[in-house]
């Protein structure tokens, strides 16, 4: 690991820690303690190694008076879209007693047939795979997001919109690579098959922040009140540290900044009010409150996963706690930043580093000028290993030079 000290933090899908986390937390003796939660990967050894790139910066950053400790959050996760997929090795980790599901999957995505029939039964096998509709099926984000219609819907029309929205990120070329007719919509299968297990992913991203990284929080503020910490995300790790907060004890200030890069979650998240529907509010209403310091949103108009097949997916979700109609109301907080938090204060990220993150409230940082290398479908999703981005965790976290 290129920083010291280092621990690792790890949980299984339902939030359980390994025993005595905390208690070695407690005892690394520093002043404050970076976690950094991964995104949608499938080993620790792909995740150690985004640790080990992003934080090298830090110890030329930090501050005399500081002493910093460094942790990973480790938890059961899938590769992004920008992975080679189907891993069905990897899926079957992931999906334990799924096995006839996952092989009949790559049976067909391998055959591909030419008929209506396979589609229909791919569609099933997905359902089966994420357990939709099976009776009393519990979430496991719980209740508050709905069941996507790419899992219900009809599967050649779902499929052809994937295969139409991969086929806009290839510089018109796609139609000619993908091929016509019912062929073509086998490219579409596979991207449902990577958003079927994201679907599952989201949802237990979101439960182990909440329901283990949040107490896990909670119990340092009261064994060791005087260590300040400090969070980050990449993707759907950003949604993990994001629904920690809902899972601190009330009243706990430990976390004094919050810094997501390229989330993977609806930019309405943390409004108390919809601008489309001033009734409803996003899944983490207020809860940049929680937080001592600033939330720090990192944004790239160069990430095209969150920019085009987040927001496919997201409509077909059609999950009002989320995101709402085809349009920016289903962009992600990766791809425009916080929205409908009153209050927000937009940056570049020259101006971040020059004049430093504010010091609460929500930050939207426009990291287009870094974060912008990646090809289709992902774009610059995974492109976040820059000393500028490690400097504005830093300044947001107030521990630098």
């Not at 010291?4 to 939030?15: S, W």
């Not at 029309?157 to 993908?178: I, K, Q, R």
């Not at 020059?354 to 930050?363: A, H, K, L, N």
Request: aromatic share 8%; glycine share 14%.
């Amino acid at each position: 690991m290129s920083v010291q000290p280092y621990l690792e933090v790890v949980f299984d899908k339902d939030g359980d820690g390994a025993a005595g986390q905390r208690e070695v937390l407690a005892r690394l003796g520093v002043t404050d303690l970076v976690l950094f939660a991964h995104g949608w990967n499938s080993s620790r050894s792909v995740a150690s190694r985004l640790y080990g790139a992003f934080l090298a910066p830090f110890p030329g950053l930090v501050g005399a008076g500081a002493r910093v400790g460094y942790a990973g959050v480790f938890w059961p996760s899938m590769m992004f879209t920008d992975e080679p997929i189907p891993d069905f090795e990897g899926l079957t980790a992931q999906f334990p007693g799924k096995e006839g599901a996952v092989g009949r999957l790559g049976a067909l995505l391998t055959e591909r047939p030419s008929d209506e029939g396979a589609f229909a039964e791919f569609g099933a096998l997905l359902r089966d795979l994420t357990d939709v509709g099976r009776a009393g099926a519990v979430p496991d984000g719980g209740a508050e997001e709905g069941v996507p219609e790419f899992l219900t819907g009809d599967p050649v029309e779902v499929y052809g919109m994937f295969a139409e929205a991969l086929e806009s990120l290839t510089d018109g070329g796609g139609p000619a690579l993908f091929g016509g007719g019912l062929g073509r919509l086998w490219k579409g299968a596979e991207e449902a098959l990577r958003q079927a297990t994201y679907y599952t992913m989201k949802r237990r991203a979101g439960k182990v922040g909440e329901r283990g990284l949040g107490p896990l929080l909670g119990e340092l503020a009261r064994t060791t009140p005087a260590l300040r910490v400090h969070l980050v995300g990449h993707s759907m790790g950003a949604r993990l540290v994001s629904f920690a907060l809902r899972g601190l004890p009330s009243g706990t200030r430990n976390v004094k900044s919050v810094t997501l890069l390229q989330g993977a979650f609806s930019h309405y998240a943390f409004a108390s009010s919809l601008p489309h529907d001033r009734d409803a509010s996003g899944a983490l209403r207020d809860m940049q409150r929680r937080v001592d310091g600033p939330v720090v949103a990192c944004y790239s108009r160069h990430d095209s996963a969150l920019g085009v097949i987040y927001p496919l997916a997201s409509r077909l979700a059609r999950d009002d706690s989320q995101v709402v109609g085809l349009d920016r109301r289903w962009w992600a907080i990766g791809h425009d930043g916080i929205q409908a938090v009153p209050g927000t204060r937009s940056l570049t990220l020259d101006e971040a580093l020059r004049s430093g993150v504010p010091g609460s409230g929500c930050v939207n940082v426009d990291a287009a000028s870094v974060v912008r290398t990646g090809g289709p479908p992902s774009g610059a999703h995974s492109d976040i290993c820059h000393p500028e981005l490690a400097r504005v965790v830093v300044s947001a976290g107030r521990f630098g030079r």
